[in-house]
């Protein structure tokens, strides 16, 4: 789910840029301390949206920055349980795919693709064996979050299934609409 969470922190400026606009330089102290940044609380840190307040500048001893107590807003990617996403397969390996969600990676382990006996060919398409769907690379999925990991801060892991009803390809999606569709019309 994406989120603009209002953030208050001390933000260092650096000695080196004193002469410049303070705003300005703690734009570039924001930019440099949360793009990109990844914790279990906050999710995956996207961006800065806005800085609505910056205090008054403080000098610590035996530091040569400056602190400014800043009340700012980010924009953040954090997956949660059971949560549906879209995205679109990145990777096709022989043990699953990777389906991009916003700004990282969800793995789809092999056996959580389809509800078939699904084989990985050497042209890098996973390919139910009694359904004939395949899955490759670009292909425009839907799937559920089923696990997430901060375990290791610096790789988290997000576990996801296509296994469930209204889930997987979006082109299964739609040939499974129109069978739906079909048999109200046959009533």
């Known amino acids: 789910m994406f989120y603009e969470i209002k953030i208050k922190e001390h ?17 570039n102290s924001l930019n440099d301390s949360f793009n990109g940044y990844v914790s279990e609380d906050l999710g995956f840190v996207i961006g800065i ?16 920055g400056v602190y400014y107590e800043t009340t700012f807003s980010v924009f953040t990617f954090k997956p949660e349980l059971q949560e549906i996403v879209v995205g679109r397969i990145s990777e096709i390996t022989n043990f699953g795919a990777f389906l991009e969600i916003g700004p990282v990676e969800g793995m ?25 769907k395949t899955v490759k690379v670009n292909d425009i999925c839907r799937a559920r979050i089923i696990a997430i990991s901060y375990k290791d801060i610096t790789n988290p892991k997000i576990g996801i299934t296509m296994r469930q009803p209204w889930l997987g390809n979006v082109n299964w999606i739609k040939e499974d609409l129109e069978k739906v569709q079909a048999r109200k019309e046959e009533k």
């Open 108 to 132: 789809i382990h092999i056996g959580q693709t389809m509800d078939d006996y699904v084989s990985f060919s050497k042209e890098n398409v996973l390919l139910g064996k009694e359904s004939k």
């Open 49 to 64: 949206s806005n800085i609505d307040k910056i205090g008054e500048g403080k000098i610590l001893p035996e530091d040569g």
């Open 11 to 27: 933000i260092r400026v650096a000695p080196t840029q004193f002469g410049d606009d303070i705003k300005e330089s703690v734009i």
